[in-house]
């Protein structure tokens, strides 16, 4: 069984800056994979500024359906003067370190309730750059081979499951005016006095956004902040320049382009024969809310005693939904004492995270079984056309969750629901495995035929194409 304190140590003493490469990290935590009996693969690339980042996905049973843990390995700066930002120690039942609490801790949480449990199946993801814009869980998406059923994504929550946070967007304000002796101001239009306009209409988009609340959140509503302006050259030239990043936080149910849309709009405001402005959007990533009362969300508020609630940060799961994931965000740790020196995790925290992260694997890795319904021939005449049928035939679908040999349970309204709503049930055909107990893998969610003979035919299961 892998002692998370250890490898927490390990992962610590490795600088995994997102400036710098992740895959010495990546090194580390393959090392301890294939250990376990992990097949991996690593998803590649280099960044603009040419330093080599990665991707480790590490499974076992296949990367679709069952369960997935997500952390990722990059790490924000830190002060040169913080001489254990790399030199991990312990003091008070807390270990001290860059990385300790985002998101190491659950790194180490990850990999030890992997050592303690064979259930698949299970993949383990280490994604790169999400400090930087979750450029690697990204990456996951655009490439749409990982499939997971259900995920937890790390970050440092306090052991609360987290259900959704704001999104995040980013913008460049440029401000064109002419330059001129500041002796004349005829000769010239202050770039830097339309910003100061372009101020005024930022605040009062902001004063808008209020009124579409959110009672979930803090604050309730839409934020924006204008966090760097730049311009001009000498104090004694008009300025023809100038320069504003604005950034905003949308809510989960507002399109992440309203806000830029109502920046275009004061721009346009501001515009004059001797003034341009123009916005160009940076990052435009959406908000997200999962259901409270999700069958993963239920667990883990179950065993870790504490209510789901939200986050005012970003995070990677928006792209784990996207995946088709039934999913929420879980951790150890406080994200108030991360990102500054000091950082830390509360060992006991960690010990508790392994402990609930084994649970989960243990009932979510699992394979859905599908019992024996009837012989081809007897639903050749009768196959489903449109919703309204695949919906009633889906309800005559019986499940076992937990044990392929057991008997027939009620389906799962949730898991019901995603099969049918989110389109990965088409039609049904006839199954013909080899065995009677073989498994199929089927859209994202791994099936397995009755235990009992079907002399003339095997279990009817949705299409596998996803």
């Avoid at 341009?276 to 435009?284: G, K, Q």
């Avoid at 940060?313 to 740790?333: D, I, K, M, N, S």
């Amino acid at each position: 069984m892998i002692d998370p304190a250890a490898v927490l140590r390990e992962l610590v003493a490795i600088d995994s800056t997102s400036a710098k490469s992740n895959l010495p990290v990546l090194d580390v935590l393959e090392r301890h994979v294939s250990g376990l009996g992990f097949a991996t693969r690593r998803q590649a690339w280099t960044d603009p500024a040419g330093v080599r980042k990665a991707n480790l996905i590490a499974q076992r049973g296949g990367e679709q359906g069952g369960l997935a843990l997500v952390g990722h390995t990059d790490c924000v700066p830190f002060d040169p003067d913080w001489a254990g930002a790399l030199r991990p120690s312990l003091e008070d039942g807390k270990l001290y370190g860059r990385g300790a609490a985002d998101t190491k801790a659950f790194l180490a949480a990850m990999l030890s309730a992997a050592s303690r449990t064979q259930a698949a199946p299970l993949q383990l993801v280490f994604t790169a750059d999400e400090e930087v814009g979750c450029l690697g869980a990204h990456k996951l998406v655009e490439e749409g081979v990982l499939r997971p059923r259900h995920a937890v994504v790390g970050e440092p929550t306090r052991m609360i499951p987290v259900i959704g946070h704001k999104g995040y967007c980013l913008a460049e304000i440029t401000v064109h005016g002419e330059e001129g002796h500041s002796a004349f101001p005829e000769t010239g239009a202050s770039a830097i006095l339309a910003a100061g306009r372009m101020l005024r209409e930022i605040e009062r988009i902001g004063d808008e956004l209020r009124a579409e609340a959110d009672p979930l959140f803090g604050p309730p509503h839409t934020t924006l902040n204008v966090g760097l302006i730049a311009g001009g050259k000498a104090k004694n030239i008009i300025p023809g320049l100038c320069k504003l990043t604005v950034e905003w936080r949308p809510l989960p149910s507002q399109d992440a382009r309203r806000t830029l849309g109502l920046l275009e709009d004061g721009c346009k405001r501001i515009s004059s024969d001797r003034i341009r402005v123009e916005v160009a959007p940076l990052r435009l990533d959406a908000g997200v809310l999962v259901p409270a009362d999700s069958e993963i969300v239920a667990f883990l508020q179950a065993r870790a005693g504490n209510a789901p609630a939200t986050i005012p940060f970003g995070t990677e799961l928006p792209y784990l939904v996207q995946l088709g994931a039934q999913a929420c965000v879980f951790g150890p740790g406080d994200i108030r004492v991360a990102h500054r020196t000091g950082e830390f995790v509360p060992l006991a925290e960690l010990s508790r995270a392994a402990e609930i992260l084994t649970a989960a694997v243990d009932r979510f890795a699992i394979i859905v079984n599908i019992p024996y319904l009837a012989p081809e021939e007897e639903q050749k005449d009768h196959q489903p056309r449109d919703q309204a049928e695949l919906d009633r035939v889906d309800r005559q679908l019986p499940v076992v969750s937990d044990d392929p040999g057991g008997g027939a349970v009620e389906l799962l309204p949730s898991l019901r629901e995603a099969d049918v709503s989110g389109g990965h049930i088409e039609h049904l055909r006839r199954a013909e495995p080899a065995k009677n107990e073989g498994f199929l893998a089927v859209g994202d969610i791994f099936l397995a035929e009755a235990s009992h003979p079907a002399a003339d035919g095997g279990a009817h299961v949705p299409n596998p194409q996803h």
